[in-house]
Structure formats: structure tokens, C-alpha cells
């Protein structure tokens, strides 16, 4: 493709709004945040539930803040530089709403972060597609068969 015809297509993304911006990508543990945790909440539906839900979503040191369908209510990504300030975390968030239940876990290595979306639609060619074999079936799943 040609520079013109790339910026074009660029050009196109941004007004779509599917590029909604540009960012750098910092390093946590070179900007003394190496501890990656997710909280997982269950919290009750009072009258400080949506309040808190922005004020969770506002707070600097949370990254990631995700509604949730299922067993939690919320899970929260955080990158900090220690178990003290995941502390003071978790007090700021039972601060702001009603916690029944909290599970905290802590990552020990990343094995993919910041992984790039695929712009293409999920039929469009070079897309994921299930792998088949050769006798062109895909595979089967290990274990016994229904």
C-alpha cells in the first residue's frame, strides 16, 4: 500500500471512531509499579452503587474497570508498587461502595498485555479461523465424545 492510501484508510478509522486514540505504552515496572492486581468484587446494590461504580472507575490507580455478568459485580486491574498501596486500594474502593465479597489476586507474570484488536471483522479473510486437519475436519476436542 502506498503512504497516501494508508493515511486515508487512517484517516477514515478516526472518524468511524474505531482509532479513538494514540498513547504510549510505559513500562509499570520501569515506573516502579511492577505488582499487577485484579480485584474481583461482589457488591450490593444500595444506594451507593452507582456512585461508586464512578467513583472506582475515576480513581487514578485503577486501569481497567469492567461491569460485570456473572458471580462478581466488578473486577478492577490495577498496576501499583506494593502490597501496602493495594491496601490503601482496596480501602478506597469499600470506601465508595458496599462489598460483600472481595477476591484479590496478584499476577505473576504476564504472558500477553496490551494485545492489539483485530480491526477486520471476525469472517473477514486472515481472521481467526478454527485450524483443520487433513483430512479437512477440524480437531476434536480430547475426552470422550457426547
Do not use: W
Request: glycine share 8%; proline share 5%.
Amino acid at each position: 500500500m502506498s503512504a497516501p492510501s494508508v493515511f486515508e484508510r487512517i484517516r477514515k478509522l478516526e472518524q468511524r471512531g474505531v482509532i479513538r486514540g494514540y498513547k504510549a505504552q510505559v513500562d509499570a515496572t520501569a515506573n516502579g509499579r511492577p505488582l499487577t492486581a485484579f480485584i474481583r468484587l461482589t457488591l450490593a446494590y444500595d444506594d451507593k452503587h452507582d456512585q461508586g461504580f464512578r467513583a472506582i472507575s475515576a480513581d487514578p490507580d485503577v486501569l481497567e474497570a469492567y461491569e460485570l455478568a456473572g458471580e462478581d459485580c466488578l473486577i478492577v486491574k490495577t498496576r501499583l508498587a506494593n502490597t501496602d498501596e493495594l491496601h490503601t486500594l482496596l480501602h478506597r474502593i469499600r470506601a465508595h461502595v458496599t462489598v460483600l465479597r472481595s477476591v484479590t489476586m496478584i499476577g505473576l507474570q504476564a504472558l500477553k498485555e496490551d494485545g492489539p484488536l483485530n480491526v477486520a471483522p471476525a469472517s473477514a479473510p486472515g481472521a481467526l479461523q478454527p485450524q483443520v486437519s487433513g483430512n479437512g475436519h477440524a480437531p476434536r476436542a480430547k475426552g470422550k465424545g457426547v
